[in-house]
């Protein structure tokens, strides 16, 4: 594994990736009460110098301040009164990068190496949340596309994104509707690996995304998709995004692995009402995607587990305990999963070296 974990405090694990001159590390803060913030506990590994802070994600209820430190886009997810959550950063080293704004506000940065030019884009979300939720997508899609513009990139060179939908059972037709409209406007093939889980936010918007792009100079950075042996491609019942995509580099490979659930080889959900066989039916899925990539669990620098219900959020732990599955860096959240009898959904990223 070319990730290095470390329990640095507690509930808190670094995952330190190296890239070819350059260092992602990963953080997982797990539990995060009403008095925890950026001024609190996660402040001493966020303030180190030459570091740049490039994405804050948070799952947390309305008890807890939202996490804001400095200019950084904080993508903060507001879950129902007293469900864990959690905070996930990623802090880049050895880079130079800039700074993307959308308005008054900093939603992302970018930066290049020989190799790549990178963009990590949090905290899009439409200005005009009076808007149907159908603009409002396409807002946020073509604000990602502007912002990658202003990098000197396109929104083809996007590998993943993020779709935090508010209600997400009332309008994930008319999302994805619009999704695929814009992606066939601005002529995506290449289509991203992605998330789409149903939580509000605390602008009260439609919805709040997160990306990631990568476009390669050279032949030392390769894009390419893994394809799942248990399941179908999404797009085969209308949803627009990739299994799984990896980035390779000279020094790692990093697998982006989709949002993944308990859904059989032609689309259909297996074990409707058992959430304990769903979670093994997803984690078979999920492994088998892994292995296909010459990866396995152990490889897991970031992982978010949904659970449609709190009751079973506890699963979890007997499934890993039951399956032998060594802790991983993942928070567990309360979120609505995009159909009415999915009961769990795990995304998750995994290194290996090149």
Same mark, same amino acid.
């Given at each position: 594994?070319?990730?290095?974990?470390?329990?640095?405090?507690?509930?808190?694990?670094?995952?330190?990736?190296?890239?070819?001159?350059?260092?992602?590390?990963?953080?997982?803060?797990?539990?995060?009460?009403?008095?925890?913030?950026?001024? %609190?506990?996660?402040?001493?590994?966020? +303030?180190?110098?030459?570091?740049?802070?490039?994405?804050?994600?948070?799952?947390?209820?309305?008890?807890? %301040?939202?996490?804001?430190?400095?200019?950084?886009?904080?993508?903060?997810?507001?879950?129902?009164?007293?469900?864990? %959550? $959690?905070?996930?950063?990623?802090?880049?080293?050895?880079?130079?990068?800039?700074?993307?704004?959308?308005?008054?506000?900093?939603?992302?940065?970018?930066?290049?190496?020989?190799?790549?030019?990178?963009?990590?884009?949090?905290?899009?979300?439409?200005?005009?949340?009076?808007?149907?939720?159908?603009?409002?997508?396409?807002?946020?899609?073509?604000?990602?596309?502007?912002?990658?513009?202003?990098?000197?990139?396109?929104?083809?060179?996007?590998?993943?994104?993020?779709?935090?939908?508010?209600?997400?059972?009332?309008?994930?037709?008319?999302?994805?509707?619009?999704?695929?409209?814009?992606?066939?406007?601005?002529?995506?093939?290449?289509?991203?690996?992605?998330? %789409?889980?149903?939580?509000?936010?605390?602008?009260?918007?439609?919805?709040?995304?997160?990306?990631?792009?990568?476009?390669?100079?050279?032949?030392?950075?390769?894009?390419?998709?893994?394809?799942?042996?248990?399941?179908?491609?999404?797009?085969?019942? $209308?949803?627009?995004?990739?299994?799984?995509?990896?980035?390779?580099?000279?020094?790692?490979?990093?697998?982006? &692995?989709?949002?993944?659930?308990?859904?059989?080889?032609?689309?259909?959900?297996?074990?409707?009402?058992?959430?304990?066989?769903?979670?093994?039916?997803?984690?078979?899925?999920?492994?088998?995607?892994?292995?296909?990539?010459?990866?396995?669990?152990?490889?897991?620098?970031?992982? &978010?587990?949904?659970?449609?219900?709190?009751?079973?959020?506890?699963?979890? +732990?007997?499934?890993?305990?039951?399956?032998?599955?060594?802790?991983?860096?993942?928070?567990?959240?309360?979120?609505?999963?995009?159909?009415?009898?999915?009961?769990?959904?795990?995304?998750?990223?995994?290194?290996?070296?090149?």
């Amino acid at each position: 594994m070319q990730s290095t974990p470390d329990l640095v405090a507690p509930n808190l694990t670094v995952h330190k990736i190296k890239h070819s001159t350059w260092i992602d590390y990963y953080y997982t803060f797990l539990g995060i009460a009403p008095d925890i913030s950026c001024t %609190g506990p996660l402040e001493t590994y966020l +303030d180190e110098e030459n570091h740049l802070i490039a994405d804050v994600h948070q799952f947390a209820d309305a008890n807890a %301040g939202a996490l804001t430190h400095n200019e950084i886009p904080a993508t903060a997810l507001l879950l129902k009164d007293g469900s864990p %959550g $959690g905070v996930q950063v990623r802090r880049l080293s050895g880079v130079n990068a800039t700074p993307l704004m959308y308005g008054e506000r900093t939603i992302g940065s970018y930066f290049e190496d020989a190799d790549a030019r990178y963009c990590i884009l949090g905290d899009i979300r439409p200005e005009n949340t009076d808007a149907s939720r159908g603009e409002q997508t396409m807002e946020v899609l073509d604000t990602i596309q502007d912002a990658l513009v202003d990098a000197g990139m396109e929104f083809h060179d996007v590998v993943r994104t993020w779709f935090y939908n508010d209600r997400i059972l009332d309008w994930y037709g008319e999302f994805n509707t619009a999704r695929s409209t814009f992606f066939k406007r601005h002529g995506i093939t290449a289509i991203p690996a992605s998330t %789409g889980i149903g939580v509000a936010n605390r602008a009260g918007a439609a919805l709040v995304a997160k990306a990631i792009a990568v476009a390669p100079k050279n032949g030392s950075v390769t894009i390419r998709r893994v394809e799942s042996p248990l399941q179908c491609e999404a797009s085969a019942y $209308g949803s627009a995004f990739s299994r799984a995509l990896e980035v390779a580099d000279r020094a790692s490979r990093v697998l982006y &692995i989709s949002g993944t659930a308990s859904i059989e080889p032609g689309g259909e959900t297996a074990y409707v009402g058992d959430a304990m066989k769903q979670i093994e039916k997803t984690m078979e899925v999920v492994e088998a995607i892994l292995e296909n990539d010459r990866m396995s669990l152990t490889d897991t620098v970031r992982a &978010i587990g949904y659970f449609r219900h709190r009751e079973h959020i506890p699963l979890w +732990d007997e499934y890993c305990r039951v399956h032998g599955v060594a802790p991983l860096p993942i928070v567990l959240a309360e979120c609505e999963v995009c159909r009415k009898d999915l009961l769990f959904e795990i995304e998750l990223d995994a290194v290996r070296p090149a």
